[in-house]
């Protein structure tokens, strides 16, 4: 049985980036069954842009990078969900690589990869790769249970995103949308993390202090909002509960009597 693939794109004064990462679609291998940009209030042409390329927009005045998120996810018809920023360029067979790793028995709830810095000189590229990148991966991955996902880099199946849709905290403008989706995913969910599905994304959270230090603040702010009831020894009982309930159930079929 196939699927079929929406590519969300939440957008908010991105046009000349999303012309690039629009661009980067149209050449897949695999090619997207239809592609959603959620203008987020741009008072430039990021509208304009999508229409242009064939894109469907949403359009979601409120501000908040969960609630364009949440708006794509929700208005999206695919099986599976993938998500760029607008400023990602996705290798030509990013969408073939998602579609095989979803028809998989034992595909995942959600897929993600690692980012790759472009616009910024190869030591901050290393760095915010190595540090940036690398340290939200490791650290989360010991808080959660499993690794997180990664907003520039992902997908998901829309059937658990339908489970969690309404827990999610897409009301609150200062929090990570990859990070408080991740959060919330269940114990019978998984995350699948590929190293080698890199992804090209701008260094523009570099480009500025006062940008980057934002960005942090809303990297703790999703820590501090998800923590109650979720700290990680909650989170990796849970799992092995289920984990320990679903082995003993397989004890007991007929099949391995």
């Not at 472009?118 to 915010?128: E, L, P, R």
């Not at 249970?145 to 829309?158: E, V, Y």
């Not at 999703?222 to 082995?247: D, F, H, K, M």
């Amino acid at each position: 049985m196939g699927i079929t693939i929406s590519v969300v794109i939440p957008a908010r004064n991105d046009a000349d980036f999303l012309r690039r990462a629009l661009g980067a679609l149209a050449e897949q291998t695999r090619p997207a069954d239809e592609i959603i940009v959620v203008d987020n209030g741009s008072t430039d042409d990021t509208a304009a842009t999508a229409i242009a390329r064939g894109a469907r927009v949403i359009d979601e005045p409120v501000q908040g990078i969960l609630r364009a998120t949440a708006a794509g996810f929700d208005a999206a018809a695919g099986t599976v969900l993938a998500r760029i920023d607008a400023d990602s360029v996705p290798t030509a067979d990013w969408l073939e690589r998602i579609e095989k790793v979803f028809l998989r028995p034992d595909a995942p709830t959600a897929y993600t990869g690692p980012g790759a810095f472009y616009d910024i000189n190869a030591a901050g590229a290393w760095a915010g790769k190595t540090f940036y990148l690398g340290g939200y991966v490791t650290w989360m991955t010991l808080f959660l249970g499993h690794a997180p996902l990664f907003g520039s880099n992902m997908a998901m199946r829309k059937d658990a995103w339908v489970r969690i849709r309404n827990d999610v905290h897409r009301t609150d403008r200062r929090v990570h949308d990859d990070l408080d989706i991740t959060y919330h995913l269940l114990p019978d969910m998984t995350v699948e993390y590929d190293p080698t599905l890199v992804m090209p994304i701008s260094g523009r959270p570099f480009h500025s202090y006062k940008g980057f230090m934002r960005r942090l603040g809303w990297a703790f702010r999703t820590i501090g909002v998800n923590l109650p009831g979720q700290w990680p020894w909650q989170r990796w009982s849970r799992r092995r509960a289920y984990s320990a309930a679903l082995a003993n159930k397989a004890s007991r079929s007929p099949l391995n009597s």
